[in-house]
């Protein structure tokens, strides 16, 4: 006696106990034909999860609905510049009136800073920080251009400066430039992350995948750390946990194996040799894409290991908020999920401060303004309330279409922005 297991249980007495060389038969072409249709069921089942999995990724985000401005992009398109990612959509943050003071904590080739200054005349204070010398130059060019051009009809009164510091020490800066200015608050901040066209293009920096250069991956050249010293020096485990945590790579393991045997034969010294160790170790049926997408995964992880991204990320969130005006308000605008994830819950941890002390007035005056928002600014969808501000962004802000089309490295961009409360 032979014992048949079939899916399905409408079926199965049939299959059960069969004593002849035919009922054996038909039992397993009734098996047959239930596994076939439950396997078949199961494919059709899988293809359209795959197929609602984009929508439902839309769900956790907000499209942009704003019209893209191709005029406003335009310039920097054509002279090969950084192109300011969600331009407009920044413009529309801090396009309330009186914006008097306002501050770019990363102000890269200074295109959204620019903007800023030249849609509020009324601004009185501006400051830049960059870390990059190449930033800091193009900048300051820049913004003299802009203020020279007509000193009388842009903004006569605006005091502008352009820092070399790292936005972590925000507070620091901003009490040197203005002995004064955290006692009111700055009405604006912002933050654009991740690397600029200007240092993906320049292979000395070794920031680019597809450019060989040495492994430096430093955004401030006076720092010490390098990529390659972490490549080379750090110890096994600190240089998988930099892999697998920080470029979220699911083969850390066995590139982490490769980086090893590598150091014993005289280390790796420049991008291309890590370039092809990645793609050996990447699986061949990925193709060309496949060991791209695994290189910008450990180029991004050994970035945000040299530059202590992640850390002063958060840092700066903090600071920024305190340095903000009541109703003024932080914009960032990431570009990987790490700096997301970071963006999104220290907004939550800020708003949320259980050490903050507000009456009941305080919060009634913050659910009247949230009810105007929708009036003033339709582009604010979502909204969560805490005591200390309010989450204009529940989902972040991703770019159009259109703007994706004319810069392809907007992609990933995801908008968030918090207002202090009144």
């Given amino acids: 006696m032979r014992l048949f297991l079939c899916r399905r249980p409408s079926v199965a007495a049939a299959a059960l106990f069969c004593f002849s060389t035919s009922g054996l038969q038909r039992s397993v072409t009734l098996c047959a034909r239930c596994n076939a249709s439950a396997t078949s069921s199961n494919v059709g089942k899988q293809s359209k999860r795959a197929k609602v999995a984009p929508d439902s990724y839309l769900k956790r985000r907000t499209r942009s609905d704003r019209v893209f401005d191709h005029e406003s992009v335009r310039q920097y398109v054509s002279e090969g510049d950084h192109v300011p990612v969600m331009l407009g959509e920044v413009l529309e943050v801090f396009g309330r009136p009186n914006l008097r003071s306002f501050v770019d904590c990363t102000v890269g080739a200074a295109g959204h800073s620019s903007s800023i200054i030249q849609a509020h005349p009324e601004l009185e204070l501006y400051v830049g920080l960059d870390v990059d010398p190449t930033a800091h130059e193009k900048a300051q060019s820049l913004i003299n251009a802009i203020l020279g051009e007509d000193p009388q009809s842009a903004n006569p009164s605006l005091k502008a400066s352009i820092l070399m510091k790292n936005f972590r020490v925000i507070k620091s800066v901003l009490h040197e430039v203005d002995n004064d200015l955290l006692d009111d608050g700055v009405d604006g901040i912002l933050m654009d992350l991740g690397i600029s066209s200007m240092q993906v293009n320049n292979a000395r920096r070794g920031f680019s995948v597809l450019n060989d250069g040495p492994l430096d991956m430093r955004m401030d050249p006076g720092a010490t ?165 309010i989450i204009l962004t529940k989902r972040p802000v991703t770019p159009t279409e259109e703007e994706e089309k004319v810069n392809r490295r907007c992609r990933s961009a995801k908008l968030r922005v918090i207002e202090k409360a009144r």
């Fill in 225 to 389: 750390l390098k990529a390659k010293d972490i490549l080379n020096s750090w110890p096994e485990e600190e240089v998988g946990r930099v892999l697998r945590d920080y470029g979220e790579e699911s083969h850390w393991h066995r590139l982490l194996t490769k980086i090893m045997k590598a150091r014993l034969h005289g280390g790796i010294c420049s991008t291309g040799e890590l370039v092809d160790i990645i793609r050996s170790a990447s699986p061949k049926t990925g193709g060309r894409h496949g060991w791209i997408k695994t290189a910008t995964r450990v180029f991004q992880a050994l970035r945000i290991a040299v530059n202590d991204e992640l850390n002063t990320l958060e840092d700066a969130l903090l600071a920024s908020f305190d340095c903000l005006s009541a109703g003024g308000r932080l914009a960032v605008i990431s570009f990987h999920s790490l700096e997301d994830r970071i963006v999104k819950k220290t907004f939550l941890k800020i708003i949320n401060d259980e050490e903050a002390r507000y009456n009941d007035s305080t919060v009634a005056n913050m659910e009247k303004d949230r009810n105007e928002y929708e009036e003033t600014e339709p582009w604010i969808k979502q909204r969560i309330v805490g005591r200390k501000g």
